[in-house]
């Protein structure tokens, strides 16, 4: 029994040490974070041509009002976007959950729109993530929640 406590013991400590791989969905989480991430510091900083490469080619988005979003109206709005240039409004992201199965994922965050003049406001959103034949994963869906004005 002396014998195979020590070995007991040692296989023990060698289990709690060693940490699992993260699952695919985790890793696919992570990269729709960073992806996210990105987002915001390649809008942030006038690299609107950057940013846009978050959008799926079947992109449907429903804004709290106005028309429908599309690839086409995302890409004719890069078309016109001063590169470089820094923007009038930047954004902070809050990621509330991200949950993947399989090639899809459903990101629930929310956005908060910070003016060079003005109020700031602040808005809910539901984004419906898909992987792209490449591997990359990209927005195909999204929904955005009423805007809140957010007091100084």
Do not use: C
Request: no cysteine; net charge negative; proline share 6%.
């Amino acid at each position: 029994m002396r014998i195979a406590l020590p070995l007991l013991i040692s296989l023990l400590g060698f289990t709690v040490g060693v940490q699992a791989a993260p699952t695919q969905a985790q890793q696919d989480e992570a990269v729709i974070r960073q992806t996210l991430a990105a987002w915001v510091a390649a809008y942030n900083s006038g690299d609107y041509a950057t940013a846009g490469k978050v959008w799926a080619p079947d992109l449907i988005g429903w804004p709290a009002s106005g028309p429908d979003d599309s690839f086409a109206r995302e890409a004719e709005a890069l078309k016109h976007a001063p590169q470089g240039k820094s923007p009038t409004t930047r954004y902070k992201l809050t990621i509330e959950e991200v949950m993947v199965s399989g090639d899809m994922a459903v990101v629930r965050d929310i956005w908060t729109e910070v003016p060079e003049q003005g109020q700031s406001k602040q808005f809910r959103s539901y984004e419906v993530w898909r992987r792209q034949s490449d591997g990359a994963w990209k927005i195909a869906r999204w929904i955005d929640g009423p805007e809140t004005t957010l007091t100084k």
